[in-house]
Structures are given as C-alpha cells and as structure tokens.
C-alpha cells in the first residue's frame, strides 16, 4: 500500500521560511518522480515542484527562485524549502508520485502566509 504522508505546514508572516517534508512507503522511492502540488481556496490544484530519481528538478514560475525541492533516497523523504514566502503561497501542498500508472496523493499540510 503506498503511503504519501506531508509535514511541516504552519501559519508565518510574509517573507518568512518554511520547510516541508514527504516521506513515502509503499513504492520503490528511489526510481519515481515525486511532486509537491498546492490547491488554494476556489483554486484549482497546481504544480509547485518535481525531482527525478536522478535529482532533477522543475519548478513553476510563481515559485522558481524562492523554493527549493530535495530529495533523501535512505529516509525515503521528499522536503520543499520555502523562503520569502508570499500571501499568494497560501494553500494546502500536497505530495504526489505515480506509480505504477496510478496517481497517489498525500491528505496535505496547510500554509498559511500572512501580510
């Protein structure tokens, strides 16, 4: 059964950090992609991040440059750096892999950035 289960969530100011983490089980975690998705309030759900199992990564443009996504293959962990944080970057991230032509999706953790 493949578990996608987020932390790290939290209620900051504007120009604040936060640093969140997936940890996975079910999945060989060392050969997916894993993503990081956020759906704010009447919003649909977007891509924030994805790493490769090589370490590659992408990034949407409202958060290249300020977010960072990593990877630890050993504790099987997925964490999104997030720094200058915006009002705008308010929403429930949610982690994500496909696997095996399957979407699995975490329940999310909650960011909230006040002005």
């Known amino acids: 059964q493949v578990w996608l289960v987020e932390s790290g969530g939290g209620l900051v100011e504007a120009g604040s950090s936060l640093r969140l983490s997936c940890k996975a089980s079910g999945i060989n975690f060392s050969i997916n992609t894993i993503g990081w998705y956020r759906q704010a309030p009447d919003k649909q759900r977007e891509l924030v991040a994805t790493?490769?199992?090589?370490?590659?990564?992408n990034y949407s443009a409202p958060v290249k440059d300020r977010f960072t996504i990593s990877r630890d293959n050993v504790r099987r962990t997925v964490d999104l750096q997030m720094n200058s944080l915006r009002p705008e970057d308010t929403a429930v991230y949610y982690c994500?892999?496909?696997?095996?032509?399957?979407?699995?999706w975490g329940r999310g953790t909650q960011v909230t950035v006040s002005s």
């Open positions: 790493i490769s199992s090589g370490g590659s990564t």
């Open positions: 994500h892999v496909n696997f095996r032509d399957r979407d699995y």
